[in-house]
């Protein structure tokens, strides 16, 4: 079972000013001085005097064009987070891609691109480069920080070594973080304080974890994360483990793939190939898609039962490449679970949620601590044209305990 939490997704009510507005911020429309204060608790005082400081930092910006006519005054001004300026570099290591992302403060993807590489191997030089190119793309851009996320127990990787190496690389912060811990943060984010109780996220696509993320007063913390790379899903296909019918083997995107090929429905060993052969009208890749999505929906169905959450949340592109067979992931977990009924949500983020879960993870200390990270003189010319080091402080990389 997941151990104690770890990793704080939203510190509600005991953050600092700062944080509390700009978590705000993130989940609604533009807000003027009044709603904020009425939705953080914190006292006028308060917001009068951090929001202007948010403004010159460049985190946010006032939106006089959403004044009503007729209104007068400062306090009426509502105010956003400032989206078109800063971002976060986000670095995302699976089994057999990488993705390198910029996202801007709000946590949308503005960039990204997913680079195949040999499973096991990250090179710290190449990613940089290509957030080099990305940045230079973009040049009106000012980077942050950078977050690296992957399933770090499924890769054969030291993720001390390679936030170490990024860093160097990239002269930024560097985070680093479990990539479904980061994701359910992100998913959190958006979704707000809905209400207290335990939203369980399962994540699949070659690998498959699962965390908690606990809400109380509007903290809310993230589990350890668990693997479930060898978790049961009712197949009789062997497994390097000794077992037969793990995930991995069974349900996993890469076994998938090669399944395909071997069976003729795609014409390389890839989940996308199949996916393509389903979408032309190939009855038999949709029914080998339709099956892969039952064992997923049995296997939500038992990580729900083992942890009996308020809500459960399905993430990953096993879950949502496939469009047609969603209904089948619904229909197994609804025919497996022995609680009472529940409807499981599937993510917004689709094929973005690696870059999402990389962003996320960078983005943390930016709300945590927005005076910490934001430039010292913000209205300064940009950052060099490679995007990297602004030599501004001395830069280290962070390491989120969540594993
Ligand atoms: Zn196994």
Do not use: K
């Amino acid at each position: 079972m997941p151990a104690s939490p770890r990793l704080v997704v939203a510190r509600g009510h005991e953050a600092p000013a700062a944080t509390q507005i700009l978590e705000a911020l993130r989940r609604a429309a533009p807000r003027t001085r009044d709603h904020l204060t009425r939705s953080t608790g914190l006292s006028v005082a308060t917001v009068a005097r951090v929001v202007p400081r948010l403004v010159e930092a460049g985190l946010v910006r006032e939106r006089p064009d959403l004044v009503p006519a007729g209104v007068a005054g400062r306090p009426s001004v509502p105010v956003e987070l400032d989206v078109s300026r800063f971002v976060v570099v986000g670095v995302h290591v699976g089994l057999a891609a990488t993705t390198v992302s910029l996202s801007d403060l709000s946590g949308r993807v503005v960039a990204s691109r997913e680079r195949a590489h040999t499973p096991g191997r990250f090179d710290a030089t190449e990613t940089a480069s290509a957030v080099a190119q990305m940045l230079r793309s973009l040049p009106q851009r000012v980077p942050l920080g950078a977050g690296l996320v992957g399933p770090w127990p499924d890769l054969s990787l030291d993720r001390e070594e390679a936030a170490a190496r990024l860093h160097e690389e990239l002269g930024l912060d560097v985070v680093s973080a479990h990539h479904l811990s980061a994701a359910a943060s992100a998913d959190h984010a958006l979704r707000g304080h809905e209400r207290d109780g335990v939203t369980l996220y399962v994540y699949a696509r070659s690998t498959a974890s699962f965390v908690l993320v606990s809400e109380h007063e509007s903290r809310a913390e993230v589990s350890h994360p668990v693997r479930l790379t060898h978790f049961p899903v009712d197949d009789d296909v062997p497994c390097e483990c000794g077992a037969r019918g793990c995930f991995a083997v069974a349900a996993g995107d890469q076994a998938v793939g090669a399944r395909a090929l071997g069976d003729r429905l795609a014409s390389r060993a890839d989940v996308a190939a199949l996916v393509a052969s389903a979408e032309s009208g190939d009855r038999a890749a949709d029914g080998a898609l339709r099956q892969r999505a039952r064992s997923l929906g049995r296997m939500a169905a038992r990580v729900r039962d083992m942890v009996d959450p308020d809500r459960l949340v399905l993430l990953g592109q096993a879950f949502t490449r496939y469009r047609p067979a969603v209904t089948e992931v619904t229909r197994a977990f609804a025919a497996t679970t022995r609680l009472p009924a529940i409807e499981p949500v599937f993510t917004q983020f689709g094929p973005s949620i690696q870059a999402v879960a990389a962003g996320a993870a960078a983005l943390r200390p930016v709300y945590d601590d927005p005076w910490g990270v934001v430039p010292l003189v913000p209205s300064d010319p940009l950052v060099p044209p490679a995007g990297v080091a602004t030599e501004r402080r001395e830069s280290t990389h962070v390491l989120v305990n969540d594993h």
